[in-house]
């Protein structure tokens, strides 16, 4: 990740022809996206680089490690919420996170999903993160699995926030580099610099950084295609690249999949939504895990409970694709 940017310039002549394909190529070959620690002289470079996630199977203990979705009910001040307190709340997320892990799956991650109209630009209200901090805290003691955070939309200090509070191992971030409009109307930038600085100054370093690139529920500003905004969130040391569709529950685009793992190499490259047992195996072979939601849900529908016999097909379908992957 050490280049030389007068080298790039002249190698790219991006003046005036802004070709993206011949941008992303000479990125990739210039700025030398994955150096060996060993090949780093520097003790600094060395120390601060061998701080990155090496494979999910490092924090998992498996390959290809399937990510279910803990979605909170309507919590206190979302316009759906109902009165219940937390223990209705913790109920109903344990309900949902042991059906998820006593079928197989590899981690969870806690989620604020049904507070919408979600807000944006680090907007998020604070009963709503105080009570999705309670409810994470619950269930990351309560599970012998790693737990994620997730505070839609760009929650990301949020996030790291509730993870430092809660016990979590690692926190989504919806838009960790690059620009974009959401679904909301809001228009919003990266957060890198940011969550680095704060994750180091709470101690957290242990906290994994797993950052979506071309996000659901939102379009990126013109100029920023999905290899671009992989190789900015690789350079600034995401552990993990996440990769969706357009919506909740959306297939992506395999070619993306593979376009994004071949700019990103080694760095691990994960389904964000719309995993199936059925589109597994064409997903899973550029991918290197998924976080799965909706397919786990009853009818497969979002709003839902977590269906168990759901959740043991999927996971056949990836022990299976483990094993013919060795």
Not at 238 to 249: C, L, P, Q, Y
Not at 302 to 313: I, L
Request: aromatic content about 8%.
């Amino acid at each position: 990740m050490i280049g030389d940017f007068s080298r790039l310039r002249e190698r790219s002549s991006l003046r005036g022809e802004r070709d993206n394909n011949r941008f992303t190529a000479v990125m990739v070959e210039v700025m030398g996206m994955h150096p060996s620690i060993d090949d780093l002289v520097p003790e600094w470079a060395r120390k601060f680089y061998s701080k990155r996630l090496k494979s999910l199977s490092e924090l998992f203990g498996v390959d290809k490690p399937i990510i279910g979705m803990v979605h909170l009910i309507p919590l206190p001040g979302a316009p759906a919420y109902e009165g219940w307190s937390m223990d209705d709340v913790i109920e109903f997320a344990m309900r949902d996170a042991r059906a998820l892990v006593e079928n197989g799956v590899n981690g969870l991650i806690v989620e604020n999903m049904w507070d919408l109209p979600y807000y944006a630009n680090g907007r998020i209200p604070p009963e709503e993160i105080a009570a999705h901090a309670v409810a994470a805290r619950e269930i990351a003691k309560s599970f012998n699995v790693p737990v994620g955070i997730t505070s839609i939309h760009n929650g990301g200090r949020v996030a790291l926030g509730i993870a430092k509070a809660a016990g979590a191992k690692f926190i989504r971030v919806c838009l960790y580099t690059g620009a974009i409009i959401w679904d909301t109307g809001e228009i919003d930038h990266g957060n890198a610099a940011d969550l680095m600085r704060l994750r180091k100054a709470l101690y957290a370093e242990d906290i994994r950084f797993f950052a979506d690139v071309y996000k659901k529920h939102a379009v990126m500003l013109s100029g920023i295609n999905p290899e671009i905004h992989a190789i900015w969130t690789d350079f600034y040391l995401a552990d993990a690249i996440i990769v969706t569709g357009r919506m909740t529950g959306f297939e992506p685009d395999v070619d993306i999949v593979k376009k994004v793992k071949g700019v990103v190499g080694e760095t691990p490259v994960i389904i964000g939504s719309g995993l199936t047992a059925e589109n597994a195996e064409k997903l899973l072979k550029y991918a290197d895990g998924a976080i799965v939601g909706t397919y786990f849900k009853v009818k497969g529908i979002t709003q839902n409970p977590v269906d168990p016999e759901r959740v043991k097909k999927l996971m056949e379908v990836v022990r299976r694709i483990r094993k013919e992957s060795t």
